[in-house]
């Protein structure tokens, strides 16, 4: 079985991000050749079009996620991404609050080292509560 692959020209590459972003930016330039087409197609698919997720949920996410590893360049660019697509202030603030509240569980069950198959069989007992409430 031969399989074909269509490789695009560094040149029709930035073409369409120009077309897509109205410029190259810098980080894309700096992509390897070999690399910058699946690199493109991967961001433009994920950060750019509509997926399962609704893209202010996904770059909602985006924000909550990068706030917590303090990547500057990511939660901006995911803070104006989300308000491209629609999110609020509020929205962005609460994603962010959402994920500041995460974390501290996080911490504070993995500190106390809480038995995991026993916080497991509670969280099932819950939802089935809960689910069962309607």
Request: charged share 25%; hydrophobic share 40%.
């Amino acid at each position: 079985m031969t399989t074909t692959t269509t490789t695009l020209s560094r040149a029709e590459v930035e073409a369409d991000i120009r077309d897509t972003l109205g410029l190259v930016p810098t980080f894309f330039s700096r992509i390897p050749d070999e690399l910058l087409a699946a690199e493109w197609e991967i961001f433009k698919r994920l950060e750019l079009e509509q997926t399962l997720i609704p893209n202010k949920y996904k770059q909602l996410m985006g924000v909550a996620l990068h706030a917590e590893t303090k990547c500057y360049y990511c939660t901006l660019f995911h803070t104006e991404a989300a308000k491209l697509f629609g999110a609020s202030d509020e929205e962005i603030q609460e994603a962010v609050h959402y994920a500041k509240s995460s974390l501290g569980w996080s911490a504070y069950l993995n500190g106390i080292r809480e038995d995991y198959d026993n916080f497991a069989a509670e969280l099932t007992r819950m939802g089935d509560y809960l689910g069962a409430r309607g």
